[in-house]
């Protein structure tokens, strides 16, 4: 599959992952334990991030997004596979030399309310990252720095001595994203960060995203459920299901035509805000619910939830490739 | 019309906590038609959740009170009610769904025991006619293998299943209302949509009355005929389902709509946030709850709170500005100020 390479076919490919697997042991036994099989979280995933782009990373709970992220970061460390950040491979770096690169690549989680330590001032929350990678050189430097974070993410700077639990969500949020930026990174994993949000402050995070991308030229690999979000941030959709990237496209093909049964029957769940459109949409109902990890069906993963399934999708697994203009599919009924 | 089952006026509830009153419901006026479907609308806080547990008396006192209003459900004034005859309403005749299927069934005993406990207390069933009647009302849900489930515990059981089984549970008795409060936030888009489907296919079949609680303004836009929307424990906007999202009339609606992203949205439009933070629900109410946020405040929103007037047929709002004052300054001003 490397013809996955460079997808886009244009800008610089800031992060490529080949074959990416993170297994997850299941164990029995007490004093001897021994494998008795694997939680296939993420199984198989292939895709480039170009500098300067949001990928949007979907999916329902337990596909494996969450895992991705993480093991991209090398949280976890993968199972196989190959990710190259900056033209280093990250699965063969270790000790001081990934901490080197973690400057680079930081994340934003989606709980603020316990990503952040209930027992650190909003100050050294968002300057513990300058810390660790030595960066201010004096103690001024530092709280410079820090007030001039708070600032760019819309906090008043002189909330340094507050705790978390004296602001809102979104506003932690703003503090994790501040935390995030300490260091200078090139590339945040944002792990659903806004999930947590009420509905109008929801707004006021993306938007916030989006202006620092465009000042600070980030990458973003956003994950979230929510597809609506999904769309209106990225630049291009990568849809997970049990593990694998189903389909990956540019934002607006993707939903005008989208070449996996699965993206359909997720897009037309979505439900969208006019009771108009709503009126006339036709949603498509899959039947029963994701299977385990531990133990996916043979053949396409999604075969037993397909409406469209043909017989040989319960043997065969279907190949994730182009189907044309930098849009992939792993569907059988992309070939003819 | 048809004829109104539910009608409720003045509902006000208060927490006394140390804190001080947390003025959580204050004084709500609405109706619900017989096999009507309506949605109330709002973010946390907003009193969406309180407001229809007061209707059933379901509020923890201490420190909860229900300090004012009548709730007259089909003919029967249910805040005079004795908690004794009450308990015949809950569950039976006025049944609800929460939010939470992982929390809301008890972990130690089986689907089985939970939907015939019911059925037994409620409609004087023997065993074994309970047990054919949980059986029939799995199936009703979509549940496979029905019978032989009866005995799972709800830990065997997924989200979407779970959340089936609590509708089943809500549906044993054959209630005329049926509350439904966030039933599909915590599930995901796919199974939100089997459970939507199923609700409405319900609520058609045995005619029932629907109160759906949601923050998805997306939900709320396919199933529901009329919505309430409601901010800081007031109800500031209620309209049918086709009016409020073609012609909102009150700048926090119109907030809200502009604010959330669109999945079938043409271009990329940079979303118009609502500026500031959702209200302190221990301030004692005195001006418009909206006031701090609004875009369109004038000095009077600070002075008095606006009652909710008739705007328009089967249309209500609480707001002190005229509409067309505000389309106006929408369509001259830029759009909206970012934080």
């Not at chain 2, 005749?93 to 037994?120: C, H, K, W, Y």
């Not at chain 2, 799995?138 to 005995?151: K, M, T, Y």
């Not at chain 2, 959340?163 to 008795?173: E, K, P």
């Amino acid at each position: 599959m490397s013809e996955a390479a460079n997808m886009n076919g244009s800008g610089e490919v800031l992060l490529e992952v080949r074959d990416l697997k993170m297994h997850f042991p299941i164990t029995r036994g007490i004093l001897i334990q021994r494998q008795v099989g694997s939680i296939r979280a993420v199984d198989g995933l292939d895709f480039d991030l170009i500098k300067g782009e949001t990928l949007g990373l979907v999916g329902e709970s337990g596909c494996g997004k969450s895992t991705t992220g993480r093991a991209i970061l090398q949280l976890h460390r993968p199972t196989e596979g190959s990710v190259r950040f900056e033209g280093v491979e990250l699965t063969e770096t270790s000790g001081p030399d990934l901490r080197q690169m973690r400057r680079r690549m930081q994340m934003i989680f989606q709980d603020p309310y316990a990503s952040l330590n209930p027992r650190m001032t909003v100050g050294s929350i968002v300057g513990e990252p300058l810390d660790v990678h030595q960066l201010g050189s004096s103690k001024t430097d530092r709280q410079e720095r820090v007030r001039e974070l708070l600032e760019i993410v819309g906090l008043n700077p002189y909330f340094v001595n507050r705790y978390p639990h004296e602001f809102s969500g979104g506003q932690r949020q703003r503090i994790g994203v501040a935390r995030a930026l300490a260091v200078n990174p090139s590339f945040i994993v944002c792990d659903e960060p806004i999930s947590a949000l009420d509905v109008s402050i929801q707004a006021q995070v993306i938007n916030l995203l989006e202006d620092l991308q465009r000042e600070l030229q980030l990458t973003y690999l956003f994950i979230a459920h929510d597809l609506s979000v999904v769309r209106h941030i990225s630049d291009r959709i990568a849809v997970m299901y049990l593990g694998k990237i189903v389909e990956l496209a540019e934002r607006t093909e993707l939903y005008e035509n989208p070449r996996h049964p699965y993206t359909e029957a997720l897009l037309s769940a979505v439900p969208v805000p006019d009771p108009v459109v709503e009126a006339k949409r036709q949603r498509i109902i899959l039947e029963g619910d994701v299977p385990n990890p531990a133990s996916p069906p043979t053949g396409c993963n999604f075969s037993t939830r397909c409406p469209k399934a043909m017989d040989r999708c319960f043997q065969e697994e279907p190949e994730f490739r182009d189907v044309g203009n930098g849009h992939y599919a792993a569907c059988f009924l992309n070939e003819e | 019309m048809s004829k109104t089952l539910l009608n409720v006026r003045d509902l006000e509830t208060k927490f006394f906590t140390q804190d001080g009153v947390v003025h959580a419901v204050n004084g709500i006026s609405y109706h619900v038609d017989e096999g009507e479907t309506v949605a109330i609308v709002g973010e946390s806080g907003s009193g969406k959740s309180v407001g229809v547990m007061s209707l059933i008396r379901l509020i923890a006192s201490p420190p909860g009170k229900i300090v004012n209003g009548s709730v007259v459900f089909d003919g029967q004034e249910l805040m005079d009610l004795a908690e004794e005859d009450l308990r015949h309403i809950r569950g039976n005749r006025i049944a609800m769904i929460f939010q939470d299927p992982m929390t809301s069934l008890n972990p130690v005993l089986t689907i089985g025991r939970q939907i015939t406990e019911s059925l037994e207390l409620h409609m004087s069933m023997n065993r074994s006619q309970s047990r054919e009647r949980a059986i029939e009302l799995l199936e009703l849900v979509g549940i496979p293998a029905a019978a032989s489930r009866l005995d799972d515990y709800p830990h065997q059981f997924s989200g979407g299943m779970r959340q089936r089984v609590m509708i089943a549970m809500g549906l044993s008795c054959n209630p005329q209302l049926l509350i439904a409060d966030e039933p599909t936030t915590a599930l995901d888009v796919t199974i939100q949509a089997q459970i939507i489907d199923l609700v409405d296919r319900l609520r058609k079949e045995l005619g029932m009355a629907i109160i759906w609680i949601t923050h998805d303004l997306g939900v709320v836009a396919g199933m529901a005929e009329r919505v309430i929307v409601m901010y800081s424990g007031f109800i500031i906007e209620a309209a049918t389902v086709n009016d409020l999202y073609a012609q909102p009339h009150h700048p926090y609606t119109l907030g809200l709509l502009r604010s959330i992203p669109r999945l079938d949205e043409a271009h990329r439009e940079r979303l118009v946030p609502i500026d500031g933070l959702p209200p302190d629900l221990l301030d004692e109410p005195s001006h418009c709850p909206f006031a701090p946020r609004c875009e369109f405040v004038i000095e009077k929103c600070w002075q008095e709170n606006p009652p909710l007037e008739t705007v328009a047929d089967d249309h209500l709002s609480a707001c002190w500005r005229d509409i067309s004052e505000i389309r106006l300054e929408l369509e001259a001003g830029p759009a909206g100020g970012a934080a």
